[in-house]
T-cell receptor
Framework: SAVISQKPSRDICQRGTSLTIQCQVD?????MFWYRQQPGQSLTLIAT?????????ESGFVIDKFPISRPNLTFSTLTVSNMSPEDSSIYLC????????????FGSGTRLTVV | DAKTTQPNSMESNEEEPVHLPCNHS???????IHWYRQLPSQGPEYVIH???SNVNNRMASLAIAEDRKSSTLILHRATLRDAAVYYC????????????FGKGTKLSVKP
């Protein structure tokens, strides 16, 4: 299966600032997904990022708040903009592995605390 | 997307089998049934998936009901490392699909 490197692993940020999270995959993948996991909750899909096109956002998530870049088939970034304490969560990227033998692979996540 | 129902939590003793149930009565004919688990402080990891037939791999077995409205993940001998939240996710089998997570079942394993 693919190996995902997600950076940073954790950060503490001031409210009103922005944080960009990077997701690097060791192989080319068609689709990359960004999830949010609020404390004690399950994962919620934020958006799907395809290379060469704009990201598709789920209901309740907007591009101005969570801009996503997907410059090539191995890399994506998610920015959490104008942060508030409610944005404190774990953010995870995931990829669809070609052939689906091993299912989707997830990064280890970015634990974000907004103070 | 198909809705799933799983127990909030289950307990098992170490080295005993565990059967984790999932109801997915609204599953479509093209949805695979995926199981993922999330160990503490980690991202989810793939466990197993199937369409109609029962499936086995080195981690677990997946038993799928004949009408596909329910499935059961079977851990043959639970270990302490199997303590995790287990998610049952019906998912389109093609590459355009994404995973929609429900609340899952938190499995505790007692020594």
């Amino acid at each position: 299966s693919a190996v995902i490197s997600q950076k940073p692993s954790r950060d503490i940020c001031q409210r009103g600032t922005s944080l960009t999270i990077q997701c690097q995959v060791d192989s080319q993948v068609t689709m990359m997904f960004w999830y949010r996991q609020q404390p004690g909750q399950s994962l919620t899909l934020i958006a799907t990022a395809n290379q060469g096109s704009e990201a598709t956002y789920e209901s309740g998530f907007v591009i101005d708040k969570f801009p996503i870049s997907r410059p090539n088939l191995t890399f994506s970034t998610l920015t959490v903009s104008n942060m508030s304490p409610e944005d404190s969560s774990i953010y995870l990227c995931s990829v669809d592995v070609p052939g689906r033998r091993y299912g989707y692979t997830f990064g280890s996540g970015t634990r974000l605390t907004v103070v | 997307d198909a809705k799933t129902t799983q127990p909030n939590s289950m307990e098992s003793n170490e080295e005993e089998p565990v059967h984790l149930p999932c109801n997915h009565s609204t599953i479509s004919g093209t949805d695979y049934i995926h199981w993922y688990r999330q160990l503490p402080s980690q991202g989810p990891e793939y466990v197993i998936h199937g369409l109609t037939s029962n499936v086995n791999n080195r981690m677990a077995s997946l038993a799928i009901a004949e009408d596909r409205k329910s499935s059961t993940l079977i851990l043959h001998r639970a270990t302490l490392r199997d303590a995790a939240v287990y998610y049952c996710i019906p998912n389109y089998g093609g590459s355009q699909g994404n995973l929609i997570f429900g609340k899952g079942t938190k499995l505790s394993v007692k020594p």
